[in-house]
């Protein structure tokens, strides 16, 4: 972005950042409770229903949310689109943060977090799971190996500690110099690498609910579910990376940048229609559209998912005054946004219902303050980074769009 983030305010001590912190606290304290008094100390969790909102909201969404991290990269990096450079490092900060939180949120719901390793030791190659773990483990450190050419920038050649720690300046600038070597060099393998490995799990994600015919609503159960995940979080790759640009720029009172998030989203009127042409497709093919008129709560939720999370913000996209308006485009980005996360919910929890299940999940209060804590974690650090690092001063590139 523009070098107007050079004059970015340094206070920590924002109203914003002292609430996020007080969430954060009573999020760790429910954390607590669960790792010392166990799961039903603090959620309504049951042999019935598996998993909750850790797994519908805090992994699901922030898998799905994360996307704009490789699909970004690939358009500025593969594809040779420099033009849009100034976007990609928010993304990959936003990627690098959502996965992390994920993993976070994982420990969190397992039964045996101590044990989170072992799939490194004991592999299992028939499992889907196992493609999920290893591609998100992988696909992490990827992120982590992207963004350290922000570090390196910031304090290459400024490394001065202070009194005993000063013996320590020479090896640390020394350091600084072999990471932006080596990475310098072999970012492109990261780049390949990330956008492979998160490809791969997106759909894989899908794949999890292709043993569950019996559990999962007809409306979001079809053989085509794990490219339904896969299209869905390549489509809101942009629209978040339009979503969180707007709201960074707002806040801190930096350029707009919309020369350069109006023409990103012409990719997702073709994205999000070709998303939406799979999923009523589908929905015809397999007769599955006889539910809409059910009137019951999942047939609702699945109205409110593809009506608002999808055909409503395509047709805005397809508007050239919308996608040129800065409002127009965030109201039209902000509801693709909630769609998926509203479509990972739905099929992870609105619409799996085993029919043994005794009665309706609903998370309790505990899950949705250890939820809202990760959530407020995540924008705290994201405003901290961005602060101190050079995520958002990039010159913009002399290349036609």
């Not at 989170?116 to 493609?131: A, G, Q, T």
Request: aromatic content about 12%.
């Amino acid at each position: 972005m523009s070098d107007e983030a050079a004059t970015t305010s340094k206070s920590i001590f924002t109203p914003f950042n002292v609430v996020a912190g007080i969430i954060v606290v009573l999020g760790l304290i429910v954390t607590v409770i669960r790792f010392t008094a166990g799961l039903d100390a603090v959620t309504n969790l049951s042999d019935y229903n598996p998993w909750g909102i850790w797994i519908g909201f805090d992994l699901l969404v922030g898998v799905a949310l994360a996307a704009g991290g490789f699909t970004t990269a690939f358009l500025a990096h593969l594809l040779g689109r420099h033009y849009y450079e100034p976007v990609v490092r928010p993304a990959l900060l936003t990627a690098m943060l959502g996965y992390t939180f994920v993993v976070l949120g994982l420990l969190v719901d397992i039964g045996r977090s101590w044990a989170i390793w072992k799939p490194l030791i004991h592999w299992n190659p028939n499992s889907v799971l196992f493609e999920v773990a290893m591609c998100v483990m992988f696909y992490l450190n990827v992120l982590y190996l992207e963004f350290v050419p922000i570090v390196v920038e910031q304090y290459k050649g400024r490394v001065h500690l202070p009194g005993p720690l000063s013996a320590l300046n020479a090896p640390v600038e020394g350091l600084l110099k072999l990471l932006d070597a080596i990475t310098g060099k072999l970012m492109w393998v990261f780049i390949i690498a990330g956008v492979v490995l998160s490809c791969m799990h997106q759909s894989s994600l899908g794949s999890l609910m292709l043993v569950a015919p019996t559990k999962l609503h007809p409306l979001w159960y079809t053989p085509i579910l794990p490219l339904l995940f896969l299209t869905s979080a390549i489509a809101v790759g942009y629209p978040m990376v339009v979503f969180e640009t707007t709201l960074v720029t707002s806040s801190l009172k930096l350029d707009p940048e919309m020369d350069i998030l109006t023409p990103l989203t012409r990719f997702t009127v073709f994205l999000l229609g070709l998303y939406l042409a799979l999923k009523v497709g589908d929905m015809v093919v397999r007769g599955t559209y006889v539910y809409l008129l059910d009137g019951t709560a999942q047939t609702n939720a699945f109205l409110v998912e593809l009506a608002l999370g999808v055909i409503v913000p395509w047709v805005m996209l397809v508007l050239p005054k919308v996608r040129q308006s800065r409002r127009g485009l965030f109201i039209a980005c902000a509801l693709i946004v909630g769609g998926v996360l509203v479509n990972r919910v739905n099929v992870f929890v609105v619409g799996y219902r085993p029919p043994i299940s005794e009665a309706n999940y609903a998370p309790a209060f505990g899950e949705i303050l250890v939820t809202v804590g990760l959530i407020a974690g995540l924008m705290f650090l994201y405003r901290f980074l961005v602060t101190y690092l050079p995520v958002l001063n990039r010159p913009k590139q002399e290349v036609s769009a």
